[in-house]
């Protein structure tokens, strides 16, 4: 599977920004999927998560209530729409597939990345 993250960019504090993971290969509607981001000097943080199906999602603590995350099966693609942005948010966001269709909160459970996408809001 190969995974194309888009729609990052600059936005100020309490904006908006929707982002997509465009995916190929054969095997992509049975994957779990994924979002996670890394700040300038901080580890890699999980943000969201959703199954093959996309009738379960899973969301870190601090996103839940301002981020969504949605699959388009027939568009081979994943989203990750956010609302309320904090500055906090700041950070390069990369999509990940699993070999498998549930969710998962650990980086270890991913197999597949894609290059990443920067966020940056600003105060």
């Known amino acids: 599977v190969q995974l194309q993250a888009s729609g990052g960019g600059l936005v100020q504090a309490g904006g908006s920004l929707r982002l997509s993971c465009a995916a190929s290969g054969s095997t992509y509607s049975r994957n779990g999927m994924g979002w996670f981001r890394q700040a300038p000097g901080k580890e890699r943080e999980f943000v969201a998560a959703?199954?093959?199906?996309?009738?379960?999602?899973y969301y870190a603590d601090s996103v839940k209530g301002r981020v969504t995350i949605s699959k388009d099966n027939a568009k081979n693609t994943v989203y990750l729409q956010m609302n309320s942005l904090k500055p906090e948010d700041t950070a390069v966001y990369y999509c990940?597939?699993?070999?498998?269709?549930?969710?998962?909160?650990?980086?270890?459970?991913?197999?597949?990345w894609g290059q990443g996408t920067q966020v940056t809001v600003s105060s």
């Open positions: 959703i199954s093959w199906s996309g009738d379960t999602t």
């Open positions: 990940a597939a699993r070999r498998t269709r549930g969710v998962s909160s650990s980086e270890y459970a991913y197999d597949y």
